[in-house]
């Protein structure tokens, strides 16, 4: 009973709403529209995506007019290539090359009367440096004229003994001890004269001391002054000369890193000074051991240094560069963009329009990155401000 009812009811229902003509719709469900950019619009606004539609290179570049102020924050340089390294620079001191270097000082005491050249002077070998008071070289130099005297007494007396015996006046005895005293006055002469041969008394006054520079080079060190007293055992050489155009560079090699390096093999240099400039050295010598305190192998590099701006005992980093001379796009690492697993940069096209490009590294150093693909020598990279752009992509493309 109570089931016809109901049936009854939804009868009703249903031809009332058909009488009076009603419908009903299911409504589909909301979709918020898709954001676009159309290109010329997207090319007329400092900081769009220049997106041409669907093509995702395009999507990837940034555009501001000229006069936009974020330009003021972005630096682009030309892309260059450059010799990939082997590893991480190594701590490395500039020193005298010893070779072209020499440390004078004075064979005999005195006092300093003058100096005729300073520090940095360029001077040629046999040039005075200075000139020393010594009393001893005036006794030197009075000790040969009596050894030479001395011995041209005992020769002729020789002589004259030897015509004698000649004769049967005088026996042998006596001439051979003419001879032996004749020899022994040659022999004090030439202790004489050999004494003499490197103090260059002065032909004005024989008790003046003159210290000639040995070679041609540059002052580099001068420690004595006028008027002081000067010794043969003194600690320090009185004057230091050298060739400046060759250094020698001393590297503190990790022990680890031993097999990297071999004589012969080219390195770069990098200074403080010259942030921006590479200075090429050859490796000449491996130490046979490694100190025992530091666990490292001293080894030893000649740099041509024509132009001088490198200077003994600066700290510098060197670059091992391998034999085959492999060679990459080297950037400064704040051209680099990460972005999870990759690397980008950004590139300039036409004046204004930037775009990221995923690169491939075939090495990194604490300074640069050296780009085996994705960027090609002669393209203007942005080395400063990248991480703005990809701020302003990322913003566009949301």
Do not use: C
Not at 3 to 9: D, E, L, N, S
Not at 361 to 368: E, F, I, N
Not at 375 to 384: P, W
């Amino acid at each position: 009973m109570i089931g016809r009812q109901a049936g009854r009811v939804a009868l009703a229902l249903l031809l009332v709403a058909l009488g009076y003509g009603l419908s009903f719709v299911v409504p589909a469900p909301s979709r918020a529209p898709a954001r676009s950019v159309a290109p010329d619009a997207a090319a007329s606004r400092p900081g769009t995506v220049a997106s041409g539609g669907a093509d995702p290179v395009a999507a990837d570049t940034v555009h501001f007019d000229p006069g936009a102020a974020q330009l003021a924050s972005i630096r682009v340089e030309v892309a260059a290539l450059a010799p990939v390294p082997l590893g991480e620079p190594l701590h490395a001191r500039l020193a005298y090359d010893e070779n072209r270097t020499v440390r004078l000082g004075v064979p005999i005491a005195g006092r300093v009367a003058a100096l005729r050249r300073q520090a940095g002077d360029a001077v040629r070998a046999g040039e005075e440096l200075m000139s020393v008071d010594a009393p001893d070289l005036a006794a030197a130099v009075a000790d040969r004229d009596k050894a030479g005297a001395e011995e041209v007494r005992r020769r002729l007396a020789f002589e004259r003994a030897q015509r004698l015996v000649d004769v049967g006046v005088l026996p042998r005895r006596e001439l051979e001890s003419a001879q032996a005293e004749a020899e022994s006055a040659r022999a004090e002469l030439a202790r004489a004269q050999h004494r003499l041969r490197h103090l260059s008394p002065g032909e004005d006054d024989p008790a003046v001391y003159r210290l000639r520079s040995p070679v041609d080079g540059v002052i580099a060190e001068r420690r004595v002054n006028p008027g002081a007293e000067v010794r043969p055992d003194g600690a320090d050489p009185l004057f230091v000369i050298t060739d400046p155009t060759r250094l020698w560079v001393m590297i503190d090699l990790p022990e680890r890193e031993l097999a990297l390096v071999r004589t012969g093999q080219r390195t770069l240099v990098r200074a403080d000074a010259w942030p921006n400039e590479r200075f090429v050295a050859t490796i000449e010598r491996i130490a046979a051991a490694v100190d025992p305190g530091t666990r490292r192998v001293q080894v030893r590099a000649l740099l041509d240094n024509p132009g001088r701006r490198l200077k003994p005992e600066m700290y510098v980093q060197v670059i091992l560069l391998p034999d085959q001379g492999q060679q990459a796009v080297r950037l400064p690492n704040a051209a680099l963009v990460t972005q999870g697993l990759y690397s980008y940069v950004f590139v300039e096209g036409p004046p204004g329009f930037f775009r990221r490009r995923k690169v491939t590294l075939g090495a990194q150093d604490r300074t640069h990155a050296f780009v085996t693909e994705g960027v090609a020598a002669g393209e203007f990279v942005v080395t400063t401000g990248a991480l703005l752009l990809n701020s302003e992509l990322a913003s566009l493309v949301r």
